[in-house]
């Protein structure tokens, strides 16, 4: 493998994984601030890759984007509406949601499974042929991808800094608390979950416009890949402010993809990429645990040594 070769697939990956940490992002203000184990994340991306590309594809690419994140807001609201007016349990609610959407999604797509966008203008292509003649112009992916997660991350430092943002991060710790100082939580959940959907939405559509394709299937494992990364970038910049935290979910969404890319290079069979996120998931949630065990295990392996001396 050259130089060349290299760089293209640490290219491939970093591009993926900035697309994707938008995803990672959004499981952050759900999973981390608010507490909310949101499980209609794989619809919901999908409802985002479906809703934009058919924007693009009626040839609005710039519309695509604001249309995906407020398919995403909708989403957020009938997740959250199902927890906070429903009394269903939050798990089985995201459950409820992402079947349902199944089902959105084939309708937005015309009864059909797949879209093609390959004669299609996107985001993408615009911003190539506005770059044509430079060098940049073969990096169009790279510069939105990056741009989009800069923009999401300054509105999440700024946005949980606000009196709003405080609030869905003191339901997340403690909603009596919040209750018994007039703050609604069911307001803040889903303001909480509205947001955080309408960036999972914006990640599918930037995905599905990048690729130039959508299929059903375009976000099914997106919760594990993007749990993966959570727990990943906790490993690295889990702790301290809020910038430095999303940042932090951003490498691990990088470092996730890396991962991906070596094993596919190692001709892993595609079916067991999916048990490669699972083992990942395994490690990142485990890791603090048996980290915190080793002194004991250190201490037992001195005593057991000292007997045998004796």
Sequence with gaps: ?????????????????????LTVLALFLSYSMLNVCDLSTDGCFTLGATVGAIVAISGHPLLSIPA??????????????????????????????????????????????????????????????ALEGTPFAKKSILIVSLAAVILVVIFMSLFLRTKLGLAIRATGNNPDMVRSSSINPVFTTIVGLCISNSFTALSGCLLAQSQKSVNIDIGTGMVTIALASLLIGGIFLGKGKIPLRAIGVVLGSIIFRIIYTVALRLDMPAYMLKLVSSIIVIIAISA???????????????????????
Excluded: C, H, W
């Design 288 to 310: 603090p645990y048996l980290k915190s065990r080793i002194p004991e295990l250190k201490r037992k392996m001195l005593l057991k040594r000292g007997r045998e001396a004796l």
């Design 68 to 129: 995906a994140m407020a398919a995403g807001v909708l989403s957020g609201f009938f997740t959250a509406f199902l927890q906070t007016k429903m009394g269903i349990n939050s798990l089985l609610a995201g459950i409820i949601v992402n079947t349902g959407l199944y089902s959105v999604n084939i309708a937005v797509m015309g009864n059909s499974s797949l879209l093609n966008m390959n004669k299609t203008k996107t985001v993408f292509t615009m911003l190539k042929d």
């Design 1 to 21: 493998m050259d130089l060349t070769t290299i760089l293209g697939l640490g290219e491939n990956a970093l591009q993926l994984g900035l697309i994707s940490s």
